[in-house]
């Protein structure tokens, strides 16, 4: 029996299995990069793009991307090592791509680390091209980015960066509950 790749827009149950997986293929020293505060930033202002791959209810893959109204953004790529080549990245960066295309976006942009040219290839194989231009970049938190806005999700219940010792309630929670699912899309913004 062969199993079959499901690509899907992200559940609050994937969270605990998207930051391992970002964690693992895509470290990072950076305190803005920190997975757990990715997301609850992503969904704090969350638009549909964030999308998961699942191979036997196993997340293997994720994508998130961001359109600010000018051009799109692919960021966090990622797919577990062992299914590397089979055709799940580039499954998750046309689900991106289409949703980008969806929302009118003109041009989708991502940026790679210049050492990175198994990532390079990949992408150009995808139809992306190396373009004239500089990336420059400016960190607005030195130490940590600890002051990610928290989000109030029913009185009782706040979303905020997720420390170590808040990770087993939280998981918890998503897990065992459609509230917080139910309660996002009604969040106020901005």
């Given at each position: 029996m062969t199993s079959k790749t499901?690509?899907?827009?992200?559940?609050?149950h994937d969270a605990e299995a998207l930051i391992v997986l970002w964690q693992t293929v895509l470290p990072s020293s950076q305190p803005w990069n920190d997975p757990g505060d990715v997301l609850v930033r992503k969904l704090n202002r969350y638009d549909?793009?964030?999308?998961?791959?699942?191979?036997n209810n196993a997340v293997v893959g994720v994508v998130m991307a961001g359109y600010d109204g000018v051009r799109g953004w692919i960021y966090g790529l990622a797919v577990s090592a062992e299914h590397r080549?089979?055709?799940?990245?580039?499954r998750l960066l046309k689900a991106a791509e289409s949703a980008l295309q969806s929302r009118g976006?003109?041009?989708v942009n991502l940026q790679v680390r210049s050492t990175s040219s198994e990532v390079l290839?990949?992408?150009?194989?995808c139809g992306y091209q190396?373009?004239?231009?500089?990336?420059?970049?400016k960190p607005l938190c030195?130490?940590?980015?600890?002051?990610v806005p928290t989000?109030?999700?029913?009185?009782?219940?706040?979303?905020?960066s997720i420390s170590d010792s808040d990770k087993p309630a939280y998981l918890k929670y998503l897990n065992e509950t459609d509230e917080f699912e139910s309660s996002m899309m009604s969040v106020p913004f901005p």
């Open positions: 499901i690509i899907h827009q992200f559940q609050t549909g793009l964030v999308f998961i791959a699942e191979l080549k089979s055709g799940i990245g580039r976006c003109p041009k290839t990949f992408y150009e194989r190396t373009e004239d231009r500089v990336s420059l970049g030195q130490s940590s980015c600890a002051d989000i109030q999700v029913t009185d009782e219940i706040n979303l905020s």
